[in-house]
């Protein structure tokens, strides 16, 4: 029990450290490439965040469990959304850029169209490749719309050094959920807590704690559209990417709960983000309220 002990206090500090150090290199690439912060969260910060849970599904669907792999997808979909910015909004009204709506927007129109590929009960290998090509794309558009690799500024540091401590500070994060939730089942375990719980709160939360660390820091600093960015971005990867991946590998079962519940209160979230990033560039604490009741509702259905 020691051990277990030990390990969650160094996955904290990781968590702690590392999240403090992303956020502020994220910010430093932002202004090294002449690009928004938000920009570099949604695509930099959200593949950093993302990437172990791309592997981690892919992995699952080769062991012939993709249908975890959709409902990890969806899942933290919903609560980067409904939970996360729900939390940092109510501790402050988030403004950022004009921007975010649009690619709140596209985030609306990727999910939806993976819903309608579940209407037949499966996510085919054809289905999962358009999801990946609608990612490809969706990243060469940023490229070449909004991406400059020039010479920075003077003064404004190396930009490439700073992606490179993203990077590595974003692994840091990720190995610091790892150790935090692992060593806390662990703990769970030894004190008798049935696994149904574990399993409902610190393994679920467990997979959003990246990004939860990320925005909350984020937030603390007053720099909203990092955490955003982040939770749009990743969002995004989550829903082309880790179940285009897992859907290659080995076509997905749709369970009908996903289909029917967690799929539509999934969207209905987003809508909530969207419309409230294209009426005023803001996620305040009316809709920080109507985001965690959303997400109450969702935790009610399941129980």
């Keep these: 029990m020691i051990a277990e002990i030990v390990l969650f206090a160094v996955g904290l500090m990781l968590l702690i450290k590392g999240s403090d150090k992303f956020v502020e290199s994220a910010s430093r690439v932002a202004r090294g490439f002449g690009v928004s912060e938000f920009l570099i969260a949604l695509v930099l910060a959200s593949i950093a965040t993302t990437l172990p849970e791309v592997t981690v599904s892919a992995l699952a669907a080769f062991n012939g469990k ?8 969806v899942g933290s979909a919903l609560a980067n959304i409904a939970l996360i910015l729900g939390l940092c909004s109510f ?6 850029d004009e921007v975010a709506w649009r690619n709140s927007t596209f985030m609306v129109f990727v999910t939806s169209y993976a819903w309608l590929l579940m209407r037949d009960g499966t996510i085919s290998r054809i ?3 358009s999801l990946i090509i609608i990612y490809l794309g969706f990243l060469y558009y940023l490229y070449k719309k909004h991406m400059t690799f020039e010479e920075p500024p003077k003064g404004q540091g190396d930009p490439k050094k700073e992606a490179m401590i993203m990077a590595i500070s974003g692994l840091a994060v990720v190995l610091g959920a790892r150790l935090v939730v692992n060593s806390a089942v662990s703990l769970a375990r030894a004190f008798g807590v049935p696994e149904v719980v574990i399993a409902l709160t610190l393994v ?4 959003s704690l990246p990004e939860l660390a990320n925005a909350l820091t984020a937030t603390l600093k007053k720099i909203p559209n990092i955490s955003v960015g982040n939770v749009i971005g990743a969002n995004i990867l989550d829903i082309l990417m880790v179940i285009g991946v897992a859907s290659i590998i080995r076509p997905i079962k749709v369970d009908t709960s996903i289909f029917h519940v967690t799929m539509p209160i999934t969207l209905i979230v987003m809508l909530v ?4 990033l294209r009426s005023n560039n803001r996620v305040g604490r009316k809709t920080s309220l109507a985001l965690l009741a959303l997400y109450l509702y969702f935790l ?3 129980f």
């Design 66 to 73: 993709s249908d975890i792999a959709l409902g990890n997808a």
């Design 91 to 96: 501790i402050m009204p988030l403004d950022v």
């Design 127 to 129: 289905d999962g490749a």
């Design 204 to 207: 679920s939360i467990g997979t």
């Design 273 to 276: 983000l969207t419309f409230s």
């Design 300 to 302: 009610y259905t399941q």
